[in-house]
């Protein structure tokens, strides 16, 4: 991209801090950002959010690296995880409670955002399976554990538009574009 995309900002907010914040405000704790490209800038711009913070020492990595850093720190009390992306623009804090309350009293270990055919995040995964993710290494880890666990897995669908993900200059270009077009009407 040219630069740390979670450092990105909406409205003045970079995207981390946003994500995080949407997370506070969904409920969730304790909100763990795994650090990876320039983590003091990152930490800045989380300043008065109340967050704990871990490394990935190698951020270019796979998905899983970032994964396993954050369940490593959470404590034993913690019952699930919900995976949340900074680069996914159009999670709402909505969405986050959704896969919240969708859990809670049921039987399912996984709740996943389905967007049309694609599951991605925010997932909540039962503590029962951490030791699946951890041993779990590489791209993907959320859609092959949501397989594997199928009969365990509720699915909440959103719109196909909230599956907005910047990877990409040329990503956040569109979704800058997108946004601006709308707010001018």
């Given at each position: 991209?040219g630069?740390?995309k979670?450092?990105?900002?909406i ?8 994500a995080a914040?949407?997370?506070l ?11 990876g490209?320039e983590p ?9 959010l ?6 990935n020492?190698?951020?270019g ?14 404590p034993e ?8 992306l ?20 049921a039987e399912?270990l996984?709740?996943?955002s ?18 699946e993710?951890?041993a ?12 594997r ?11 196909e538009s909230a ?7 040329e990503?956040?270009?569109r ?5 601006e077009g709308?707010g001018?009407g």
């Open positions: 991209m630069t740390n979670l450092l990105l900002e409205d003045g907010e970079p995207l981390v801090r946003r914040r949407r997370a405000e969904a409920g969730l704790s304790p909100v763990v950002v795994v650090l490209d003091e800038r990152v930490r800045a711009a989380m300043a008065d109340p967050c704990v913070f871990a490394a020492p190698h951020p990595g796979p998905t899983s690296d970032s994964l396993h850093r954050g369940i490593g720190v959470l009390e913690v019952e699930a995880a919900v995976v949340v900074a680069d996914m623009v159009e999670v709402t804090v909505e969405m986050l409670r959704g896969v919240t309350e969708a859990a809670a009293g399912a996984v709740a996943a389905r967007y049309g055919d694609v599951v991605a995040p925010p997932v909540r995964f039962h503590r029962a399976l951490f030791p993710v951890l779990f290494n590489g791209d993907g880890c959320v859609r092959a554990i949501v397989r666990h199928a009969a365990e897995t509720l699915l909440l669908s959103w719109p599956l907005t993900d910047v990877d990409t200059a990503d956040w270009a979704y800058r574009s997108r946004v709308a001018d």
